[in-house]
């Protein structure tokens, strides 16, 4: 006891001779730059009214589509507005999907006192597929809970409507993960379904909202050792009530009508605003978010948000007169949704070009309130910038996790080994409107986008003061 | 620099002979636990289900009017099919405040060509105010931007309808802030207009909304030394509109009309569930929400998701068949919004019959995705039980702040002394429909109020467990 006694003590003069841990950063310094960021940001109109001008007077900007060249002017505009020095647009092809008007679904069965009942579903044509002609497939429905499944009863798909039962699992403490999981019905089920015969595929929406019956479109990905049959997405309370009738071993005959098509590639453009750096003019750090959205809707947090919260990078900077070392480049970038032309074009052009890339970051999961980064970057650079973590908790953002960053800046990470971050808000009403009708303005909370914008600006000005 | 070397040395020596710091907690086996009540909790339609009959089939619930009746019935049977060992009322007086009818206002002043405009405005009455007679109130408008300009312009107050232009400040970490800054007006606003003669207040409403005019309504409070003056908080879309033409110097006059009253106080209930105690059956763990809402929407938020959750407390426990050491006592308490008699005569019973209560828990800041819980506490007990936090984090609870509690628990604070514990949910969307007509079923996420209840489940958890 008297030895540990003893030990203790010396312990304590032992402790007073080593330095506090040396710190990467000026807390003081920095914390105070926070705070003066967060008073411009938060009480700025900007980044929400911008929102509010892309979603209104814009909405659905499919890659090829007329809205794509409406917004690729807008975010000229928006950029210029800002205070960049320098907008510029890069071309890039892109492919041209088109619906070709309104999905029609339905399906009949003979109830129990032996009447036709005729049940009309909410449907989306997935993202990518191909149609049915004008007159529709009225096809035997095939219940299929899982791939497993599928796999099992392979014998019973030909020439029949595959109905997935892809539920999106609430268990799943990240909602990226049931995405993930889920949505793997909605890429690659079509193509699965038609290695079997099926001649065509209606999955339920991946989506775990309890509250509406909107089908969420979203890309498809055709395996081309198989024919290109048509898919579509189910409002969830449709869907269960399909679901329930092949539950209950009723015979279901599934109508679906779809005139999507592909057009000739168009050419689009990444929207790119640059703020020159005083000290590495060419190094660059880039920001951004996809300009492009799905069809049937405004596309406001997938992603109008992250394209205005890089914008608000920029513009904060320059109200709070924040000259930057590096070239900070704002990238609103084309057709993530059904291609990643932009994104990969962009780092194709930047190793052609020999650019130095110190960091790359996105926002494409939301316009929710912040709560962490997920950084693609080596473990022990992590670690050293994990120390920043306790600057940010004040304002919402409490981890710094290991994996992550964005479609379109994954081609920059995975050519020039560019590290990478993504924004990372609150999931849980994500999937609520991801992909459907229901991805408003009026479902983007103005805090919540601030906050998320503010953050990114607080990692920018960290990274471009002390580097990676 | 060879002493220092030689100190770090010994240093590794004598760590080795420290223990790792004791810990109050079994990390692997209650991470196990956790993990079995979130996959219970965020799987069950229970609390989400509950919350949807309460607020589409009652609605409304203020103290003394007949949906406070409905939402006490409702709360028994709730409890009862949640599993409570025992479901109980505690009667307790209440006050009766009643809207009668639809309130009324309008502005109007001459335009610049010597047109008369009139403009009606979206208004509520504030809770516990005095209505103006049938005939109403036509009065000179004064715009007034805070109490310290109220002192100096105290003598045009006469007889006038003072215009308050309280802004929500978006500059503030915390909205609970902005809140209580902002909501003084709405609080003694009206008698310290009432000290310098005025005739009725308008307030802007105590909200951060950008995107609506919906008024919040929410209770003043008079000081009985001057006249209760009628008060009413305007939509900001009117309000903005409103205080732009006095900013603009504009003669304005107000028309306010309010049938409010206050009939006989009635007999209310604090609706209690218990789940006994398989070791301290006399010591209790108190966990609620408050039942009653204000009279122009469903009060989801405020506070029918605080309810639920509060009552999946039971449940997941039941259906987990986790039995509490300490009494797990479920309180709905009434009259929270203009009153507090619920909360106080709860602690008065608890001292009268020398109750223990070891800890109480409340939810009372919205039904979103939880970030933290506030503690009154002891500083080095909150120290310790913050080992905890680890737990957590996985399930969206960061940070175990010091301070905090709840409005219907501060009286057992207050008057037995009884730790207490508010859930802090992310608070971006609270103050846009708090009090107000879109504070409504459908503006609550599933997911976000699961999560919610979990962490309060959790933390009773590991205090019935470890205790404070």
Avoid at 321 to 328: A, E, N
Wanted: glycine share 10%.
């Amino acid at each position: 006891m008297i030895r540990i006694v003893w030990l203790l003590a010396l312990l304590v003069q032992v402790l007073s001779f080593i330095p506090a841990r040396a710190q990467s950063f000026d807390f003081q310094q920095d914390s105070i730059f926070f705070r003066k960021l967060a008073d411009d940001v938060l009480s700025s109109p900007a980044a929400y009214e911008s929102l509010r001008v892309l979603c209104k007077t814009i909405g659905p900007r499919l890659a090829g589509s007329p809205g794509m060249y409406k917004s690729e002017a807008w975010a000229e505009k928006a950029l210029q507005t800002a205070g960049a020095d320098k907008v510029w647009k890069q071309a890039v092809q892109v492919p041209h999907w088109d619906r070709g008007g309104k999905d029609e679904a339905w399906y009949q069965y003979t109830d129990a006192s032996g009447k036709k009942v005729k049940v009309v579903l909410d449907v989306l044509a997935l993202g990518n597929s191909m149609g049915t002609g004008k007159n529709g497939l009225l096809k035997k429905a095939v219940l299929i809970h899982d791939f497993e499944e599928l796999e099992k009863r392979k014998d019973e798909l030909k020439d029949v409507i595959v109905i997935f039962n892809n539920v999106f699992n609430p268990r799943n403490l990240s909602v990226g993960q049931s995405y993930g999981e889920s949505g793997a019905y909605r890429r690659s089920g079509p193509s699965r379904a038609a290695k079997y015969g099926a001649a065509a595929v209606l999955i339920r929406s991946v989506t775990a909202s309890a509250n509406d019956n909107h089908p969420h479109t979203g890309a498809l990905a055709y395996d081309t050792a198989y024919p290109k049959i048509p898919a579509a997405a189910m409002g969830l309370k449709d869907a269960d009530q399909l679901i329930a009738q092949l539950k209950a071993g009723k015979a279901v005959q599934v109508y679906y009508k779809s005139m999507a098509h592909f057009k000739p590639d168009a050419t689009g453009h990444n929207i790119i605003g640059e703020f020159t750096g005083s000290e590495f003019p060419d190094k660059f750090i880039t920001v951004g978010g996809h300009l492009d959205s799905w069809d049937p809707a405004e596309g406001a947090h997938d992603d109008g948000t992250g394209c205005v919260q890089s914008i608000e990078v920029i513009r904060a900077f320059k109200a709070m007169g924040y000259k930057p070392r590096h070239t900070i480049r704002v990238v609103l970038f084309a057709n993530e949704e059904n291609g990643l032309r932009g994104g990969s074009q962009y780092a194709k052009e930047a190793k052609t070009k020999n650019e130095q890339h110190v960091f790359a970051l996105e926002s494409d999961a939301g316009g929710f309130t912040p709560r962490s980064f997920g950084f693609t970057l080596e473990a022990a650079k992590l670690e050293r910038i994990r120390q920043w973590v306790p600057l940010f908790v004040p304002y919402g953002v409490y981890q710094f996790a290991n994996g992550g960053g964005g479609a379109d800046i994954g081609p920059l990470n995975r050519s020039l080994g560019t590290p990478v971050a993504g924004l990372s808000p609150d999931g849980s009403r994500y999937f609520d409107l991801h992909h459907a009708r229901n991805d408003v303005f009026e479902a983007v909370n103005k805090r919540e986008l601030d906050l998320g914008a503010l953050n990114m600006a607080l990692l920018i000005y960290m990274i471009d003061k002390y580097g990676l």
